[in-house]
């Protein structure tokens, strides 16, 4: 077992005009789950053959344990990887294409045959050792894949997108295994996702990647409630946390009728670099709805007396997910109409065409600064 370092490890392709990872730091800890995941491009797969050893670092250091790998090959690293395309050796049999990597080593026939065993044993394959892959469905297949690492009993384990060459069910239950298989092992494990959900439900801790660039690294808890940035706020959560643009006023942030409380201290910031809005960051499940059809009394401050408390939210369509409802509308904030979304009681949902005024709830607001995207609220 051993640490990860991504020390400002930085990749620029030959001929590519800006680094496809830029600086990449990175610690992750002895048996750690760490999970990078961003859009398509982003990096997530070059950082992973950086630290692989597939690809070759332009500047900064890689180090497993205490040893820097920056120069070191593939071979020498102590590292096994699972592909999405993991591409099993049809003509041999699944405890072939498990000690394959032994055989190559010179493992001796016997040993080879017992860390096969065990590993068969923990992925659940032994009933299938001597088939063929192709004698196999999609999971068990991807299990002989990860057996092919775990018999190499190496320092790290990195996994570029495992799981999508599997159909949407059979993805939830094998990241569940593979979650719980890591933590019984206890390797270290960097895992590649372009899913956020899967990022969230796998990952100790979750690093966001944007073109490159490292946005954020936290447990899924902490990223979820506080992202550093409008990207990260937009990308993890689904569905996507509503964004609006709002006028900074004196007091705090105005949205709709009512006044978010925010870090003043901030907002002078963002006003004193010359910024007239912010941006109001809401998830869909912190919303209260106050009312429905008419008007609606609240304790949140008001612009008149007599205007309806909260958003008024016109309903334009409602998508029921059996546990949850969410509500799709529009609403009008600062005189343009906007998007949002509202999660309700699956056991009360609106009619469409309807009118709902919500109102987001006390501390549960997010503020970033519309210009530079950071967070600007606590
Ligand atoms: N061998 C290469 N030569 C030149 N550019 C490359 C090469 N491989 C990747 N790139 C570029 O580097 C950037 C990052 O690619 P990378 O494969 O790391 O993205 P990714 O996050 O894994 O995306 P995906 O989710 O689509 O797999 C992209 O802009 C890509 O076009
Ligand atoms: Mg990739």
């Not at 990860?146 to 018999?151: D, P, Q, T």
């Not at 890591?182 to 996702?193: K, N």
């Not at 946005?215 to 990308?235: E, I, S």
Request: overall charge negative; some cysteine.
């Amino acid at each position: 077992m051993a640490t990860v370092q991504f020390d400002k490890a930085t990749r620029i392709y030959p001929g590519a005009e800006k680094p496809a990872v830029d600086a990449l730091d990175i610690d992750i800890a002895d048996g750690e789950f760490l999970v990078l995941v961003g859009p398509s491009g982003c990096g997530k797969s070059t950082s992973l053959r950086m630290l692989a050893g597939l690809e070759d670092v332009n500047s900064g250091a890689i180090r497993i344990g205490d040893r820097d790998v920056t120069h070191l090959p593939p071979k020498d690293r102590d590292i096994a990887m699972v592909f999405q395309n993991y591409a099993l050796y049809p003509h041999m049999t699944v405890a072939d294409n498990m000690g394959f990597a032994l055989k190559i080593a010179g493992v001796p026939k016997a040993e080879i045959r017992k860390k096969v065993e065990e590993a068969a044993k923990i992925l659940d394959l032994t009933q299938y050792l001597d088939r063929k892959p192709k004698a196999l469905s999609g999971g068990q297949r991807q299990r002989v894949a990860m057996g092919r690492a775990i018999v190499r009993e190496p320092q790290v384990f990195l996994m570029d997108e495992p799981l999508s060459n599997l159909d949407a069910k059979l993805r939830v239950s094998t990241r569940t295994q593979i979650a719980s298989l890591q933590r019984r092992l206890g390797i270290t494990t960097v895992y590649v996702t372009h899913d956020q959900v899967e990022a969230m439900t796998m990952g100790d801790r979750v690093a966001v990647l944007k073109d490159g660039v490292l946005q954020q690294v936290d447990t899924p808890r902490h990223m979820y409630d506080k992202p550093a940035n409008l990207f990260v706020a937009g990308f993890i959560g689904s569905p996507a946390m509503n964004l609006v643009e709002v006028p900074i006023t004196d007091g705090g942030v105005k949205f709709g009728n009512s006044v978010v409380p925010v870090n003043r201290e901030a907002v002078k910031a963002a006003a004193d670099k010359g910024d007239r809005t912010v941006t109001v960051g809401v998830r869909p499940e912190h919303f209260e709805v106050v009312g429905e059809g008419g008007s609606a009394s609240s304790s949140l401050s008001k612009d008149s007396a007599d205007a309806p408390a909260g958003l008024a939210v016109s309903v334009t369509v409602v998508e029921e997910t059996g546990a949850d409802a969410y509500v799709y509308g529009t609403v009008e904030v600062g005189g343009e109409s906007k998007e949002l979304v509202v999660r309700v009681d699956s056991r009360a949902v609106p009619e469409k065409g309807s009118t709902l005024h919500v109102v987001p709830r006390p501390g549960e607001t997010h503020v970033f600064s519309t210009s530079t995207g950071e967070r600007l609220s606590d």
